[in-house]
C-alpha cells in the first residue's frame, strides 16, 4: 500500500503536476491522521473494557471484603458491650467500706471486665490492594470512592479510640493487680490459663474497692467503653451497610 502511493507521488511530480501532488499529499497525511485517531480509539475503547473488567472484580472482592468485616464489627461491639456491663457489676461492690461479697463472683466479673479488650481488626487485604496499587482510581463511581475513603478515616478514629479505652482499663486492672492477689485469684476462678495452687498470702483484702480513685478510673472505663460503641462502632457499621449497598449497585 505504502509502495502504490508513492508511485502515484512520483508520477504526479514527474507529469509536472505540483497542485495535485500537493493536493494529495495533503490527503494522505489526513487519511494517515485518520488511521492514527481510529487506532487510538480502537485501543482506548479495549482499556476502557479492561479497566471495567478489573473495576468489577475489585468491587466483587471488595463486597465480600466489607460483608465479611461487617459481620466482624457487629462482633466486637457485642464483645465490648459485655465488657462493659461486666464492669458495672465490679461497681456495685465499691464504696467507703468493704461490702459482703462472694470473692469468686468479684474475680469472675475481673475477668470479665480486664481479660479481654475491644479490638476491631477487619479484613484489609483488597483495600490495601487498591490503596497501595493505585487502583482507586479504576472505581468509576466518584461517590463510591469518597465514601471508601471516608470508611478508612472512621476506622482510623476507631482505632484511637480502642487504644483510649484499653489505657483506661490497664490502669483499673493495675489497681487489682497491685491491692489484690492474683495468684490467689487464678487459684478460685474458673478456666484459668494456669492451674495456680493457693498462695501462702494473706486472702485478698480487696481494700481498693474502697479507693475512689479505682473507682473513678473504673467508671471512666466503662464510659469509654460505651461511647467507643455508640460513637464509632455504631457509626462504623452504619457506614459499612452504605458501603455495600453502592457497591451492589455498581455489580448488578
Do not use: C
Amino acid at each position: 500500500m505504502i509502495k502504490f502511493f508513492r508511485r502515484i507521488r512520483q508520477n504526479l511530480l514527474f507529469e509536472n503536476k505540483t497542485g495535485k501532488y500537493l493536493k494529495y499529499a495533503i490527503g494522505e497525511i489526513v487519511l494517515v491522521v485518520i488511521g492514527i485517531l481510529i487506532a487510538l480509539q480502537i485501543n482506548n475503547w479495549n482499556d476502557i473494557k479492561k479497566n471495567k473488567i478489573i473495576e468489577h472484580q475489585l468491587l466483587t472482592a471488595l463486597l465480600q471484603e466489607f460483608e465479611t468485616n461487617l459481620k466482624i464489627l457487629d462482633s466486637t461491639r457485642l464483645a465490648n458491650q459485655r465488657i462493659y456491663e461486666t464492669a458495672i457489676k465490679i461497681g456495685d461492690f465499691t464504696g467507703p467500706s468493704l461490702p459482703t461479697l462472694n470473692e469468686k463472683d468479684l474475680s469472675m466479673h475481673m475477668v470479665g471486665a480486664f481479660k479481654f479488650e475491644p479490638r476491631f481488626v477487619p479484613n484489609l487485604g483488597t483495600m490495601n490492594e487498591i490503596n497501595n496499587s493505585g487502583k482507586l482510581s479504576l472505581i468509576t463511581d466518584q461517590d463510591l470512592r469518597k465514601s471508601i475513603s471516608e470508611w478508612l478515616s472512621q476506622l482510623e478514629l476507631v482505632h484511637n479510640q480502642e487504644k483510649y479505652v484499653v489505657e483506661r482499663r490497664d490502669i483499673s486492672q493495675d489497681y487489682f493487680i497491685k491491692y489484690a492477689n492474683f495468684r490467689r485469684h487464678l487459684d478460685i476462678i474458673d478456666d484459668a490459663l494456669l492451674d495456680a495452687t493457693p498462695s501462702r498470702f494473706p486472702n485478698n483484702d480487696f481494700n481498693f474497692l474502697t479507693n475512689p480513685e479505682f473507682e473513678s478510673n473504673l467508671f471512666l472505663f466503662i464510659v469509654a467503653s460505651i461511647n467507643l460503641n455508640r460513637a464509632f462502632y455504631e457509626p462504623l457499621e452504619k457506614q459499612t451497610e452504605i458501603l455495600i449497598r453502592k457497591i451492589k449497585q455498581q455489580i448488578e
